[in-house]
Antibody
Framework: QAQMVESGGGVVQPGGSLRLSCTAS????????LHWVRQAPGKGLEWVAF????????FYVDSVKGRFTISRDNSKNTLYLQMNSLRSEDTAVYYC?????????????WGKGATVTVSS | DIQMTQSPSTLSASVGDRVTITCRAS??????LAWYHQSPGRAPKVLIS???NLESGVPSRFSGSGSGTEFTLTISSLQPEDLGTFYC??????????FGGGTKVEIK
């Protein structure tokens, strides 16, 4: 059964950095695109970033461009999100999610989420 | 970016009721639309892709329709486990993926 587990969440000061990891199992990791999606407290879902199955193509929501970097290590079945210059508005639960295909651009397997709080 | 607008934002219905949720796109997205359900405190689960394709394992009481800019999710007979929030999501081309604001479903 496909599964994804996030880690690395926590409390960070504005301007700080944090790296989230997402370890996957139960499917051929290197065959699928991957996403990060976040949800601010009491709010709806916001897509953050996508990476193609081979890591050669990425794209981001405008609000995180230049601050966040999505990457993957197919040898470790792990997805990452490096978050720099964090702002209070980045406070959210961050979900990693598997694309339905190499680049179908919708998500069929989700992790349980990692909480990121940006506060002084 | 393409904006997605859902209505209503909340609805209250009884078990067994037929429920309809609408999602409108700010530009033509053809049929590149997915629907998700998020139970309270849980991660979202995909229900429908390409506007009307029921994902594997999803109960047949869920159905989707529409194309272009207007889409509908219908639950033919509301069940207690349908409590939560439903989201649409467009995935048209290389534009940023965007979700609708959500429709919170309460059981009377």
């Amino acid at each position: 059964q496909a599964q994804m587990v996030e880690s690395g969440g926590g409390v960070v000061q504005p301007g700080g950095s944090l790296r989230l990891s997402c370890t996957a199992s139960g499917f051929t990791f290197s065959h699928f695109g991957l996403h990060w999606v976040r949800q601010a407290p009491g709010k709806g879902l916001e897509w953050v970033a996508f990476i193609r199955y081979d890591g050669t193509y990425t794209f981001y929501v405008d609000s995180v461009k230049g601050r966040f970097t999505i990457s993957r290590d197919n040898s470790k079945n792990t997805l990452y999100l490096q978050m720099n210059s964090l702002r209070s508005e980045d406070t959210a639960v961050y979900y990693c999610a598997k694309d339905r295909d190499m680049a179908a651009f919708y998500m069929d397997v989700w992790g349980k989420g990692a909480t990121v709080t940006v506060s002084s | 970016d393409i904006q997605m607008t859902q209505s209503p934002s909340t609805l209250s219905a009884s078990v067994g009721d037929r429920v309809t949720i609408t999602c409108r796109a700010s530009q033509n997205i053809k049929s590149w639309l997915a629907w998700y359900h998020q139970s309270p405190g849980r991660a979202p689960k995909v229900l429908i892709s390409k506007a009307s394709n029921l994902e594997s394992g999803v109960p047949s009481r869920f159905s989707g329709s529409g194309s272009g800019t207007e889409f509908t999710l219908t639950i033919s007979s509301l069940q207690p486990e349908d409590l939560g929030t439903f989201y649409c999501q467009q995935y048209n081309g290389n534009s940023a993926l965007t979700f609708g604001g959500g429709t919170k479903v309460e059981i009377k």
